[in-house]
């Protein structure tokens, strides 16, 4: 990870021996930065397999267009774009798989949303829960609160490296919100109801 | 404040970064509003929620993704000839060259164009003519030894030779030069030249040349005759 002028320097380096195709620099270069590029994957899709495969994919695609690579910005700024872009890709994808062939999605879309929530409350596994509401959520609102509540971005970040407007963002976030809080009242009033 | 407004500010809090004036408002709506006092509630228990969320630490694989990415790397390798193709795609995007290519074919189009419509108009021009000239002979009259198939046959070749009204006949310019080659080696042999053309022809053959040259006497007859103009003479 880039800590300091050194790790910038050395990010430099290893990206123009990359450009001049030095594929063991390439190499240096994504196991300096997947375990970055993984956390921002996961966080999004919380599935291991699919960040995986978006990381291998963003770091193909970073590969194909090195070249275009503008040093002023970090590299890190770079790779987190490309990474979310590709994870809100297959976010919509697999919405559209879920709406057109009714396809089961990861291992979480697998568990019908009341199993899960019921497991939620035995294990007290929050992220299972959090995740079974996100992945009810339609593309847009689930990309936003994603980046912006499980990842803490800020609204302009979200907007920029989504390509969407403020007030989008905002709206999507909004609606996220007040979904998802909706949800996790009714799970603790249940909770409550067992207890007692 | 209306409800609709406080729900907003309620769950976009930080977002919407609200004066001092508009959270003293929420507060005070929150305070005499059961139903934003419950959504602010809801939100509260959304946002501790969110806050105390512990995610599984990803497992490292760095050496496996370096090794999937390295390996298709490998296989995105271009041959030669698809770089070239590559370089050749980049080449044309660009709009100068696009513009120069489009505007070299527009300049071969129009060239043929032009070419055609100059063929064209020899051609009718040709056509206009030898109408012409068929008119002329076919009004001259039923009794001629002439029908335009004759001249048909002669331009295409079939024919060496068209006899015209009167005495002139028109010979073929090879068929003309074989009699005169023929006749130059039989001395006394007599050739009956009745038009302009023929007499040219005959004048510039290099053999008539060599006996027009031999003989003073002919040599002034047909100087006369280029002096006064009835043929050109090629020197």
């Known amino acids: 990870m880039e800590t300091g002028i050194s790790n910038q320097n050395k990010t430099r380096e290893l990206i123009s021996k990359s450009i001049s195709g030095d594929t063991d620099a390439f190499r ?19 599935n291991h397999d699919d960040a995986r495969d978006v990381v291998q994919e963003s770091f193909i695609r970073i590969w194909k267009h090195l070249r275009n690579f503008n040093p002023e910005i970090k590299f890190t700024t770079w790779l987190y774009k490309i990474v979310i872009n590709l994870c809100y890709d297959r976010i919509k994808s697999r919405n559209r798989s879920k709406l057109i062939f009714n396809e089961p999605g990861d291992e979480y879309e697998n568990i ?13 596994d929050q992220v299972r829960m959090i995740l079974s509401f996100a992945n009810e959520l339609p593309p847009k609102q689930k990309i936003v609160f994603m980046m912006r509540d499980i990842q803490n971005c800020n609204v302009e970040e979200t907007s920029e490296l989504l390509g969407m407007s403020l007030s989008s963002v905002k709206t999507n976030l ?23 | 404040m209306k409800c609709n407004s406080a729900i907003k500010y309620i769950y976009l809090q930080k977002e919407l ?89 527009l300049f071969i189009c129009l060239s043929y164009a032009a070419e055609e419509y100059r063929a064209l108009n020899k051609i009718n021009l040709l056509e206009n003519k030898f109408s012409a000239i068929s008119n002329k002979i076919i009004e001259a009259g039923p009794d001629l030894p002439i029908n335009t198939r004759d001249i048909k046959n002669f331009i295409s070749g079939d024919k060496q030779y068209l006899k015209l009204p009167g005495s002139w006949v028109i010979m073929k310019e090879t068929s003309l030069i074989k009699k005169i080659e023929e006749l130059s080696n039989q001395p006394g042999a007599e050739l009956l030249i009745n038009n302009q053309n023929d007499l040219r022809l005959l004048l510039n ?10 003989d003073d006497e002919l040599k002034k007859i047909f100087n006369r005759i280029i002096l006064e103009g009835a043929v050109t003479h090629e020197n």
């Open chain 1, 28 to 46: 240096m270069l994504v196991k300096e930065y997947n375990g970055y590029a993984h956390a921002i994957a996961y966080k999004t899709l919380f």
């Open chain 2, 17 to 105: 970064k609200l004066s001092e004036k508009q959270q003293k408002q929420l507060e005070d709506h929150i305070a005499a509003c059961d139903k934003c006092s419950m959504e602010f509630s809801k939100a509260g228990n959304y946002f501790s929620t969110i806050t105390n969320l512990k995610f599984d630490e990803s497992p490292i694989e760095d050496e496996l993704v370096a090794n999937h990415v390295t390996s298709r790397i490998h296989a995105l390798r271009k041959s030669f000839l698809e770089q070239m193709i590559e370089t050749a795609e980049q080449f044309l995007i660009k709009p100068a060259v696009r513009f120069a290519i489009a505007a070299s074919i």
């Open chain 1, 174 to 196: 909004f609606n996220a919100r007040k979904t998802i809080a909706a949800r996790i009242s009714k799970i603790e009033s249940r909770r409550i109801n067992n207890e007692m």
């Open chain 2, 205 to 214: 053959h290099p053999e008539v040349k060599k006996i027009i040259e031999k």
């Open chain 1, 112 to 124: 019908s949303a009341a199993d899960s929530i019921e497991k939620s409350i035995i294990d007290n």
